[in-house]
């Protein structure tokens, strides 16, 4: 296949991702706006109920008194024009939170995938080359510690004990933040997960018949690894890293409370909580719009490593 042709078809398969993702975030909005009004309440519910006729001019504001079906429809519209409207406990335009906000979170959360990345592929492989010696035992160990222990324990201990206790580490405020913390809570699982990944895949790769050959032929054994044996088992890593950083970009709702760090996850929280709706859905449709990126990133990563894989 020449150059031209191989250039179509990832141009082809780019279009036919990008009109399946655009089908697949117009039914996650769809379900969640729908799912979102089910629930009892409104956004102008209070303890103290307000002046009926207040509630009504609120609601015919935001055209909360329209039927739900017509509701999404005015949403939808004003979504392709790119309004995302505004929140209706604040009164500020959304797309400036989500800005906002998503700065926070990426910067924590870019760190924190980064991290997972690097130590996940170095100890997967370190545990793949010392199979069965203390060095795979102790990382298999330590990985399956992090996989089963619940993220939001895993950060309050590290609060607790290096923050509180120890004073080695500083508590995070928006004043002075310190992410160390806050990044190793949010990474400790992903990249225990890219470690066990990276490990099963190594030692399939290893096993096989063209790094034999690569060895016998006197090829440098550090170069069989980074080469050959690591680059081909990148391949179920990537599949799971697009999705993963995806979604630690969008912030750890857990991570961002336990640290009060006020990004985009703490944001969607108090949004369902105050049951404000054009926010849960922004939120909700940014979120789908990361994941159907990432993971088209991702496939598309999957031919720069592997020419043999095809767009077909």
Same mark, same amino acid.
């Given at each position: 296949m020449t150059a031209k042709e191989r250039l179509f078809w990832m141009l082809? /398969?780019?279009i036919k991702r990008v009109l399946l993702a655009i089908v697949t975030v117009f039914i996650i909005s769809a379900i969640t706006f729908f799912a979102m009004n089910a629930i009892p309440g409104?956004?102008?519910a209070k303890e103290k109920a307000p002046d009926p006729a207040v509630q009504a001019a +609120? @609601?015919?504001r935001f055209n909360l008194d329209k039927p739900v079906g017509q509701q999404y429809l005015i949403y939808m519209n004003n979504l392709f024009h790119g309004d995302f409207g505004i929140s209706l406990k604040t009164g500020r @335009?959304?797309?400036q939170i989500i800005s906002e906000k998503f700065a926070v979170s990426a910067k924590l959360g870019g760190m924190a995938a980064l991290c997972a990345v690097v130590l996940g592929l170095l100890l997967g492989s370190i545990a793949a080359l010392c199979r069965n010696k203390w060095p795979d035992r102790l990382i298999i160990f330590l990985t399956t510690l992090f996989v089963s222990v619940p993220s939001f324990i895993l950060a309050t201990i590290l609060l607790l004990v290096f923050a509180l206790q120890l004073k080695w580490v500083g508590v995070f405020s928006t $004043? *002075? !933040? *310190?992410y160390v913390l806050p990044v190793i809570s949010l990474m +400790? /699982?992903?990249m225990s997960y890219i470690t066990r990944l990276t490990k099963s895949s190594m030692l399939d790769v290893l096993g096989q018949d063209y790094i034999r050959t690569a060895r016998a032929k006197g090829v440098r054994e550090s170069l069989v690894i980074a080469k050959h044996a690591l680059r081909n088992a990148l391949i179920p890593v990537i599949t799971y890293v697009g999705p993963m950083v995806a979604? &630690? +970009?969008t912030g750890s709702m857990v991570i961002e409370t336990v640290f009060s760090i006020g990004g985009l996850g703490t944001e969607f929280v108090r949004s369902i909580n105050n049951q404000d709706y054009p926010m849960i859905m922004a939120t909700t449709i940014f979120l789908a719009i990361l994941m159907v990126i990432a993971t088209l990133l991702s496939d598309l990563v999957y031919k720069l &490593? $592997? !020419?043999k894989i095809t767009f077909d």
């Open positions: 082809k /398969y780019t409104g956004p102008f +609120l @609601e015919a @335009e959304i797309s $004043d *002075n !933040p *310190n +400790l /699982y992903p979604g &630690i +970009l &490593i $592997d !020419p």
